[in-house]
């Protein structure tokens, strides 16, 4: 029996396979090497402020803005049955830069994650014509409908970093990254993107598959 395929769901997501031998040495320290990119996804994933002082002489510095935009795509669904789509394109490129970033951590490339480029990551989700894809009402329990995804990438995303894991000493010893482990990992990031696009983004109304496959 064939694995079901779902390449017609409006949310993509694939690695290349790094088929060369992995970088050993940044694969050893990835923990500590990803630090000042992670510093730099920080910096436009949320928002955070530093507050000085006493009394009335407070200070306060916004060091980081930004970060995934709900409420607004939320309300202008709801009210509007729109999708500006200055809103949609940033959603896209911070969640493709936060993947790049995971991917990096997950030892599936050892390029340095861009702020801008693709490299190995492929990461598709439709711009939805709101009226016609949408239901201006389902956006208030998403969230809620998601739980069973949420159950089940809790178990998956353990498995995937024991996978993860025994890719390190993989890549240690060998150079390489077992494409089985390879494929599971990302799989299950895939699982995970099409959740976030259905339940948070809210790009599309077609409840994510139970599946692993692409």
């Known amino acids: 029996m064939e694995t079901p395929l779902h390449t017609d769901y409006p949310v993509q997501l694939d690695v290349d396979y790094p088929d060369r031998p992995l970088n050993r040495l940044t694969t050893f320290f990835r923990l500590f090497t990803v630090i000042p990119i992670a510093i730099v996804l920080g910096t436009v994933s949320g928002g955070t402020s530093y507050s000085g002082g006493a009394g009335s002489n407070t200070t306060t510095v916004v060091v980081a803005a930004g970060g995934l935009l709900f409420a607004g795509p939320l309300l202008m669904i709801l009210f509007r049955e729109k999708y500006p789509r200055w809103w949609f394109d940033w959603n896209l490129e911070l969640t493709r830069f936060s993947s790049r970033v995971a991917l990096y951590v997950a030892l599936l490339d050892d390029r340095y994650p861009s702020t801008d480029e693709q490299q190995s990551l ?49 890549i240690l010893f060998t150079g390489r990254y077992p494409r089985g482990l390879f494929d599971f990992v990302v799989a299950v990031g895939r699982w995970a993107v099409r959740v976030s696009a259905y339940a948070f983004l809210l790009t599309t109304d077609r409840y994510p598959p139970f599946s692993l496959s692409p």
Do not use: S
């Open 122 to 170: 492929r990461l598709d989700i439709a711009y939805p014509d709101v009226r016609a894809d949408l239901n201006r009402w389902l956006p208030l329990v998403k969230w809620f409908l998601a739980i069973p995804h949420y159950i089940a990438l809790a178990f998956l995303g353990l498995a995937a970093w024991i996978c993860i894991v025994i890719a390190w000493f993989a």
